[in-house]
Each structure stands twice: as C-alpha cells, then as structure tokens.
C-alpha cells in the first residue's frame, strides 16, 4: 500500500511480474477492486494531469500546481 483516497480507499501496487508493478485500488466506498494494467510511474502523473477518468478520485485543479516551502 502506498496510498489512500480521501474517501478511505487503499492505493496498492500489484507485482505483475518482470519487475511490472502496477496501480489497484480498493474503493472502500464502493466495496470494491479497481485493478489497472498501468504501471505507478505512469499512471501518477496521468492522474494528476487529470488524464485517466476515475469517478472515485477528486479532481485536481488544471496545472501548473502551485508549490509550498516547507521548512
């Protein structure tokens, strides 16, 4: 598990094997699992662009996202 949904639901990385991890999800509000055939690396960015239609993801604000310095 690396992650969660603001709704609760698990972000996890499934092996798939050859060194292949890609993006599942359990929706805790749906009661279920979204598996993917999209690898982490490109499934994030394609995420936050607001590439990839999800449903039960919040929408992210259109880039470029502005940065805060945490000290």
Wanted: net charge negative; no cysteine; hydrophobic share 40%.
């Amino acid at each position: 598990m690396w992650g969660n949904t603001v709704e609760g639901g698990q972000l996890l990385l499934a092996d798939r094997g050859g060194g292949r991890w890609t993006v599942s999800v359990f929706r805790r509000s749906w009661h279920d699992w979204h598996e993917t055939d999209v690898e982490f690396g490109e499934w994030l960015p394609w995420m936050l662009a607001g590439e990839i239609e999800t449903d039960w993801m919040p929408e992210w604000p259109t880039p470029p996202y502005e940065l805060e310095l945490v000290e």
